[in-house]
């Protein structure tokens, strides 16, 4: 759910802590994942996108995580790097990602990350987790869905690698292990990480829910403590599906092998549907942005309508 709406150089703006101001008053969200952050100006994914790339940035962040903590609600910056799906108009250096291949969803030729490019990027995902820490925010997500970098490493439409970082699931889930650990060992053992896994990229070729659920089990083992599914290539949407939840075949498939908690997006406008869908143990946790997005008091709105029934 980025805003656009940060300065130039990635820092928050007034903006940006109006707009989440006005979301979280009250507390009625329980938790606030923010928008996707780049982690180093190589993995800016578009124009005043918000950026963790830089300590100079922490104190503005401690901010918006009070903010957001004075309304009542937890928080969680969500880190990102955008590969192959941006351009060098937005970030003036080359694009990369796991493979020279086009990005399945912009078209876009990347050059191949090198073993040490690839180091450096684990490195730049364990600096933003600290400085996420330090801001004061609740926890912490690595985002490998949408198409970005990490979803690129996990996708077989983008990694065609033939060294340890791909292959089969897990050497093409070694950056994100090595992620974690590095993550890991920066943050502490409390502090939350959540991953936000596109568990299908719902095309010919692409990863399918059978990679995921490999790659979910080594995710808890590697230290995750909640997993966010969405999709991959196929972006935030499911081709031809209206269902509210319709990540919810996904979600059901991960919970069986994993026993930590899992989050469910999809479409989910309606609080009905959202009780429904965790009654019915296809997740632990309802993820809502767009309609929270459209209306501000949708999660006041929500509860409200659930207590009355």
């Not at 908690?261 to 296809?282: M, N, R, S, W």
Request: charged share 25%.
């Amino acid at each position: 759910m980025a805003t656009s709406r940060s300065e130039d150089n990635g820092k928050v703006s007034k903006g940006i802590l109006d707009y989440y101001d006005e979301k979280t008053k009250g507390g009625y969200i329980s938790l606030v994942i923010i928008e996707h952050s780049f982690i180093a100006q190589q993995g800016k994914a578009s124009d005043k996108q918000l950026s963790i790339a830089d300590n100079s940035l922490v104190e503005d962040l401690k901010e918006l995580a009070t903010i957001i903590h004075k309304n009542g609600s937890k928080t969680v910056m969500q880190i990102n790097h955008a590969g192959s799906a941006t351009d060098n108009k937005i970030t003036g250096v080359d694009i990369v990602g796991p493979s020279a291949v086009p990005n399945p969803r912009t078209g876009n030729l990347p050059r191949e990350l090198t073993e040490k490019e690839i180091n450096e990027v684990i490195e730049s995902f364990k600096d933003a987790a600290l400085r996420v820490k330090n801001a004061g925010f609740d926890g912490v997500e690595i985002h490998s869905a949408h198409g970005y970098l990490l979803n690129q490493f996990f996708s077989p439409l983008s990694n065609k690698r033939i060294d340890q970082y791909g292959g089969d699931v897990l050497g093409r889930i070694k950056i994100h292990l090595e992620i974690i650990k590095a993550v890991r060992n920066a943050v502490g053992d409390s502090y939350p990480i959540l991953l936000r896994l596109g568990a299908s990229d719902y095309m010919e070729g692409g990863s399918t829910i059978e990679d995921s659920k490999i790659a979910a089990l080594a995710f808890e083992k590697a230290g995750v403590d909640i997993l966010d599914i969405s999709g991959g290539f196929c972006g935030y949407t499911v081709p031809g599906s209206k269902v509210q939840g319709y990540f919810s075949s996904l979600t059901e498939g991960i919970k069986e092998v994993v026993s930590i908690p899992v989050i469910l997006t999809g479409g989910i406008t309606e609080a009905q549907a959202a009780e429904k869908l965790l009654l019915e143990g296809k997740a632990d946790l309802i993820g809502v942005g767009r309609a929270i997005y459209k209306d501000s008091k949708w999660a006041q709105d929500a509860i409200e309508s659930i207590k009355s029934e």
